[in-house]
């Protein structure tokens, strides 16, 4: 098994279809296709039902297709931690902005921060201030942008 494999199977769980997943992961069909089996018969588990509408996650593919998640996330994860590293201000920012901010200061941030540091993906979450506190203490964002007053224990 290889993280490839992994990319693989996930790309089918979300397209439903041999050919799309292929597309995707920029492989021959029959290539996913054979790695897709070998992936199956190495984990002794058939992660996929077959059919002429395509390929639908079995019970216990769902179990091993969650888990893959899992597994490239966290990859995904290692690596930024191992960018930012090198470039502090390099990899991914999750910041949540409270909606009646948002409007007003992203447009003035934004740009800004494009400029200044270019490698940074900043993904955002509009939410109330009870469920950014929520997302920052399930380490679900690193930052946000709140109205007070509010609750900071355990952060």
Known sequence: MNLRDLDYVLALAETGHFGA??????????TLSMQVRKLEEEL????FERGPK???PTPGGRDVLA????VVDALAR?????????????GTLRLGVIPTSGPYLLPLLLPSLRVAF??????????????????L???ELDAAILSPPFENQGL
């Open 21 to 30: 997943a292929a597309q995707r992961c920029h492989v021959s069909q029959p």
């Open 67 to 70: 888990q893959a998640r899992h």
């Open 118 to 135: 270019p490698a940074l993906r900043l993904h955002l979450r509009e939410a109330m201030t009870a469920h950014l506190l929520e997302a």
């Open 54 to 56: 395509g390929a639908t």
């Open 44 to 47: 002794g588990v058939v992660l």
């Open 137 to 139: 203490r399930r380490a």
């Open 78 to 90: 290692l690596k930024e931690v191992a960018r930012a590293r090198i470039d502090p201000l390099a």
